[in-house]
């Protein structure tokens, strides 16, 4: 029996271990299951009896979200009855865990105020009494142990509750089961606009309401605002079994159908707010909104919505654009006028909107590129609370809560549509202004026109601005829903005739309104940094130390960070760093002292990328020492990157298996020279080497053997390499004009089309200023090599003259035999002016025959040499690891592409022939600096991406300055002998891996069947499966076959990370056979990522003539020797374009049943009863088209109308040309009169009359069969047959129709 005040249903009475007291209500383990997780306290009692004959002091210790209190007002209150079913208590299982839940519906009863006062620690209890506590436990998302968020699912929470009276213990292990109640709604816009209706009618929608936890909740709604309350009746909430509806309880997982009816009672807007609510959950309430717009009578649309009807952008992150599609159709005879508006909360959102002219989507990728197009204007409505949960008009219009989307354009229609007359002019008044961006125009406007049966496209895109660290909601997704107000209105000057207006109607005509609700989950990204002050301590000079940060994601969306910071010694990575909802990531921070510094101090800013209020700012503290004497090496010489003093270099993001190169410059500040030297180390073999530039000039000023090798080299090498910035060109130039030529014109010579394409300025021809010269015009004209002879600039077409090729001044002597021609290449074609910077090439005259030799030329040397450094240094400054992904056009994408494509092959050149050097010992002249060029390849799979590369230079000092000896033997204040070395110094090479990986959509393309020059459109699907963009290019095998294929465009280009791009070619075989041409695909940055695909075709000989039907029926013929049955028409064409010479002639086919033939004969007039035939049979066809066209005209079908009058002006039109080329067609007949030669002219046709003969001796209705042979006059091997069947017509009834 149930103690006084004690529920009956606790037969859970546990005594302690050595039985001081015992505890009912709470066993030892505790399964705790039915746990909101809503911020609030959840109670469940207990009761604690002294069972000893003293007084008893029980002490109470609690963990986790746990705690005990002796009076509790919220469980005071509850009565008697409400105590016994407050608490389920489920049976123990095997392991002794009882199962308890409490109920949710006398918990939503308490006061949170009570349940947040103080816990106790101990109990005084005199000898057998009972007291009555309250164990509270509240749940905090970051203790849980397991669960998803997202989903709503449960999440588990543990505690303890011990109890203690002296060296008795009574422990009770709890475990919560705890769940997010969340409600949502559908539409997620929770707004239902009719704009359209009428008054006495009535309108359904449906709205849904869905319990999105995995544990039940209750929820109820509430009218909470409305523009007239005596229309409340007209809008009515029901049910699925009609019923009213204002609430109710939604399992788990489970929804509801709420059926919205209204009929509306008088002209004019209604509103009406509702407040969704759940009941388990305050902070957990929705609005939705009901707005009809009423007119006394249905009003014609002029302007369908093609989209959805309700937008939703999903969840947002703050700082990122997001951009949806809204499309318009004009369903009117007239040009319309969209204007538009915004209202409802959009506080704290940048919205831009534009419309495109070519009617193409844009993908996810171009959003950014399509937001740099866009106005901006913030929408700068009053402040509403910021949030929906707050009961703000946000859908009640305004003069504060609106924002129009200000500009002004117009663009191309996407579809057929009209626009002259008034309509055109309205447009004409709607100038477009728009700029491309990635092959898509974006047009500012305010004021969208939309012609008569046009369809149109706008882009709306949003932009949440981040919000402060303090807010309530910082680091949550806050749900912000507004309404796009489209208004259609007739255009100026294109109004039809106006008609008489009742006064009541003039407004309702004036504009037609679509309204597109709208909404976002936004959510500022914010981030944490731990520890804000990194102490590094004492570091040696020379030695390397390393930190870490820890930078933790706090919201519910990812994180994009950057760390910046402006240091010679310290080091850490600056890629931006994507961190997961709710995670974190570490950072590491090298330092690497190069001199003595006592207190040094520098700052990391760790920028949020999407949240720059949120950037953390780390402070770094270090002592340098140098115990080793590594800072000497600074008395002697620096390392300048580029020119800033620093002992490491960075590549930044490098992908792997491609090259990357950096140059160090080592200063000598002694005035006498210093030999260095160099080594490289790192953990991957070959990952990195250092180089230095071949020396032009020895100590004593001669040219050094190693200089001359490289003038020889070099331009060989460069003249065989396939630059993509000449060669290529050239070869795709001189095609397209071969296509452009007109047929039988002679090719111009190749030197004649080179310089005409530089005398046009033709720029897919033109050289970049630091390239060399074009080997097709090399070689006919000028160029950079001193081993080939240029011809006097007198002899030069006039075209070329900017090449400034001018002889040099005549010798002492006068002599003009010796001269020798100055080659100056230029950064601009203009022959009048000599810029200061020109090259200038001296080459000797050569003898006849003989090759010049250059070897002992100076000048020509040099500038071979510089423009190798020219090369090098355009490698260093512009050659891209992360390739660039906005530009200006596509000819800009594809320059692009190829400049970096040669870069690559540049790095070949100049290390093959010689001009870099591995670096062994450098020497220093005073005062000078030599620069050692770092490049670095690291090689390895995928699993390297995002691994950082540590690599390591040392400088060892060979000799050392005499005129410092004293200096550093007083700084050390030791002897330093020329024994005394300095230690090896260390310069640190680091990088961050990437890697680049491409893929194709398809590896086989098959044609299947076709014909020599037909053409087939076809594409490859070029795939990015890595966040790097990618660089590709697309290569064939320069076979003879391999011409057939034409990329028009992106042959090169630029794919976004995880993106994709289709490149379409056209293949159009000039030869007959199996085709199996290999495309190559090839990944720029990572030369072992290409992929090949094949393209396969069988290609078929074409078709000199044409038959048209290749079986002629003659139906009943009549047995004997002379032709009877109806005469057929063999209707032949020449399908070349010269004149053809056929043959017809009959050939014996198999008999019939009874040994019957039938043979094939020409009448006399071959062609004229041809003619006959012809005609009239396309009368009886015109006579059956006019019939049905006067049929189709009663019943006023105007498509049909249209089809048959086309139809009927074809036959007709058809008839006169057949009849004109019948008259070009000469028909002969031959010697033996029972063949025929048709010549025909060029596409020119033929129509012969053909009737046969059947042989006496078959039976009545007896199948027979013949043939016709059609072939060339010199070509009997290619030949046509044409199938010729008729039956035998009966003996008797033949001879009775005879003798009647």
């Known amino acids: 029996m149930a103690e006084q005040g004690q529920p009956a249903n606790y037969p859970l009475r546990q005594q302690s271990a050595e039985g001081q007291f015992s505890v009912r209500g709470l066993p030892p383990r505790v399964h705790l299951d039915r746990v909101y997780m809503n911020g609030l306290h959840t109670l469940l009692p207990f009761w604690i009896t002294n069972d000893t004959a003293h007084e008893l002091v029980v002490e109470l210790e609690t963990t986790g979200a746990l705690k005990v209190q002796e009076q509790n007002a919220n469980w005071s209150a509850v009565g008697a009855a409400q105590r016994e079913a407050y608490v389920d208590v489920a049976p123990a299982v095997a392991d002794g865990e009882v199962t308890m839940a409490c109920s949710a519906t006398i918990q939503r009863e308490y006061s949170e105020v009570f349940n947040q006062l103080g816990g106790i620690a101990s109990v005084r209890l005199a000898a057998h009494e009972t007291a009555e506590l309250v164990l509270l436990f509240v749940v905090d998302a970051a203790d849980a142990d397991g669960g998803d968020g997202q989903r709503y699912e449960y999440e588990t929470f543990r505690g303890h509750v011990q109890v203690r009276a002296g060296a008795d213990t009574y422990v009770v292990t709890l475990r919560a089961s705890a769940c997010r109640t969340v409600l949502e709604m559908d539409p ?68 509801t159908q709420v059926l919205v009816r209204y009929t509306a009672q008088a002209a004019g807007e209604f509103l009406c707010r509702f407040l969704v609510e759940n009941s388990n959950d305050p902070a957990n309430a929705r609005y939705w909104v009901f707005r009809a717009r009423a007119s006394q009578r249905q009003k014609p649309r002029r302007v369908e919505l093609l989209s959805d009807a309700d937008i939703s952008f999903g969840d947002c992150t703050s700082g990122v654009w997001y951009s949806r599609d809204i499309r318009f159709k004009n369903v009117s005879d007239t040009a319309v006028v969209m204007r538009f508006r915004v209202e409802g909360n959009t506080a704290g959102l940048t919205m831009k909107s534009a419309v495109r002219a070519d009617g193409t989507d844009p993908g996810a990728s171009d959003v950014p590129a399509l937001a740099e197009a866009l106005t901006s204007r913030r929408a700068s409505l009053a402040d509403d609370g910021g949030s929906e949960g707050l009961a703000a008009t946000d859908d009640i219009a305004s003069e504060g809560g609106s924002a129009e989307l200000s500009s002004r354009a117009t663009a191309a229609d996407d579809g057929a549509a009209g626009g002259s007359g008034a309509g055109g002019e309205a447009g004409r008044r709607l100038a477009a202004r728009g700029r491309a961006v990635h092959g898509h125009k974006a047009a500012l406007f305010d004021e969208l026109l939309i012609k ?19 807010s309530v909601s910082a680091g949550q997704f806050a749900r912000q829903s507004f309404t796009l107000f489209c208004e259609a209105s007739t255009a100026t000057g294109a109004q039809p005739t106006p008609t008489p207006t009742p006064p009541g109607m003039a407004a309702e005509r004036s504009a037609e309104r679509l309204s597109v609700p709208c909404t976002a989950n936004m959510c500022t990204p914010f981030v944490r940094v731990t520890p804000a002050l990194l102490e590094f301590g004492s570091v040696d000079v020379g030695t390397l130390k390393s930190l870490w940060l820890r930078v933790e994601n706090l919201a519910q969306v990812e994180a994009t960070v950057q760390c910046k910071l402006d240091s010679k010694v310290i080091t850490c990575t600056r890629v931006p760093i ?49 115990r080793r004497r590594v800072a000497y090496h600074n008395l002697f010489y620096h390392t300048l990157v580029p020119n800033n003093e620093q002992n490491f270099v960075d590549f930044g993001a490098v992908p792997l298996n491609t090259r990357s190169l950096r140059r160090v410059n080592l200063h000598n500040v002694c005035r006498c020279p210093l030999s260095i030297e160099v080594a490289a180390d790192a953990a991957d073999a070959g990952a990195f080497a250092a180089y230095v530039r071949v020396r032009l000039r020895d100590s004593a000023g001669r040219l050094t053997d190693a200089a001359r090798h490289v003038a020889r080299r070099l331009p060989l090498l460069e003249r065989q390499a396939a630059m993509h910035s000449n060669i290529e060109r050239f070869k795709e130039r001189t095609a397209g004009e071969a296509e452009a030529r007109p047929p039988g014109s002679p090719s111009p010579p190749r030197r004649a089309r080179a310089a005409l394409a530089l005398a046009s300025g033709d720029d897919r021809l033109a050289l970049p200023p630091d390239m060399f010269i074009d080997k097709s015009i090399e070689r006919g004209h000028v160029c950079l090599s001193p081993f080939v002879r240029t011809r006097h600039k007198s002899t030069l077409p006039p075209s070329l003259a900017y090449l400034d090729v001018a002889p040099a001044a005549s010798n002492a002597a006068g002599s003009t035999s010796d001269y020798k021609h100055v080659v100056r290449i230029r950064e601009h074609r203009d022959a009048d002016s000599h810029p200061a910077g020109a090259l200038l090439l001296t080459l000797p005259r050569a003898e006849a025959g003989a090759t010049p030799d250059t070897g002992g030329d100076d000048e020509a040397v040099a500038g071979v040499i510089g423009r190798a450094e020219q090369i090098l240094d355009e490698i260093i400054d512009r050659l891209d690891m992360v390739p660039q992904t906005l530009f200006a056009s596509p000819e800009a994408e594809d320059a692009y592409v190829r400049r970096q494509v040669d870069l690559h092959k540049y790095i070949d050149l100049l290390e093959e022939s010689g001009y870099l050097r591995p670096a062994r010992r450098v020497r220093l002249a005073a005062l000078g600096t030599e620069p050692i060029i770092v490049m670095l390849r690291p090689a390895g799979a995928a699993d390297r991406a995002g691994q950082r590369f540590d690599g390591n230079l040392y400088f060892r000092l060979v000799d050392r300055p005499g005129d410092l000896a004293t200096y550093a033997d007083k700084a050390h204040g030791t002897a330093f002998g020329s024994t ?29 069947n076709m014909q020599v020059d037909e053409p087939s459109h076809k594409y490859l699907v070029v795939q990015n499966r890595s966040e790097t963009p990618l660089m590709y290019a697309i290569r064939k095998t320069g076979s003879i076959a391999s011409g057939d294929i034409r990329f028009a465009d992106n042959r090169y280009g630029v794919v976004r990370g995880f993106d994709s791009r289709k490149v379409g070619f056209v293949f159009t075989p000039s030869l007959n056979g199996v085709y199996n041409e290999q495309i190559s695909i090839a990944n720029v940055l990572n030369a072992h990522g290409s992929k090949r695909a094949a393209l396969k075709a069988v290609v078929r000989r074409p078709t000199k003539f044409y038959i048209q039907s290749l079986h002629l029926d003659f139906g009943e013929v009549e047995a004997g020797r002379r032709p009877s049955g109806d005469a057929q028409v063999l209707a032949i064409k020449n399908m070349t374009a010269k004149a053809r010479r056929l043959v017809v002639r009959p050939q014996a086919a198999g008999g019939g049943d009874a040994g019957a033939t039938l043979e094939a004969r020409f009448p006399a007039d071959v062609a004229a009863q041809a003619a006959r035939l012809v005609d009239r049979e396309t009368e009886e066809k015109i006579e059956a088209l006019e019939q049905k066209l006067k049929i189709a005209v009663r019943k006023n079908r105007a498509e049909k109308v249209d089809k048959y009058r086309a139809k009927l002006g074809k036959l007709r039109s058809g008839g006169e040309q057949a009849a004109a080329q019948a008259a070009q067609a000469q028909v002969r007949r031959l010697a033996d009169d029972r063949q025929l030669e048709v010549e025909l002219a060029a596409g020119g046709e033929a129509s012969i009359a053909v009737v046969v003969e059947a042989s006496a001796g078959g039976r009545s209705g007896s199948a027979l069969r013949g043939a016709l042979v059609v072939h060339e006059a010199k070509d009997t091997d290619n030949v046509k047959v044409v199938e010729l069947t008729a039956r035998l017509k009966g003996q008797e009834r033949s001879s009775r129709q005879t003798g009647s």
């Open 980 to 1008: 005394d070395q300095l230690p090896v110094r260390r310069f640190l090479v680091q990088a961050s891996l990437l890697h680049s990986e491409l893929e194709i959509g398809q590896k086989s393309i098959n044609v299947g």
């Open 578 to 626: 994507t961190i997961a909802p709710l995670q974190s990531a570490s950072v590491r921070v090298d330092i690497y002292p190069r001199r003595i510094n006592a207190r040094y101090r520098k700052q990391i800013i760790v920028r949020n990328m999407h949240n720059r209020h949120n950037d953390n700012v780390v402070e770094v503290r270090s002592i340098h020492v140098d």
């Open 188 to 255: 997620p816009t929770s707004r239902i606009y009719v704009d359209d209706c009428v008054t006495g009618r009535t309108y359904e929608r449906v709205l849904r309401v869905r319990n999105a936890s995995a544990i039940g909740l209750d929820w109820t709604m509430t009218v909470v605002e409305t523009t007239d309350s005596a229309s409340l009746s007209s809008l009515q909430l029901l049910d699925s079994d009609m019923q009213p509806l204002s609430g109710g309880h939604l399992g788990a997982r489970s929804d």
């Open 452 to 470: 008569a049966g046009a369809v149109r496209t706008m882009t709306l895109a949003l932009m949440g601005n981040p919000i402060s660290g303090a």
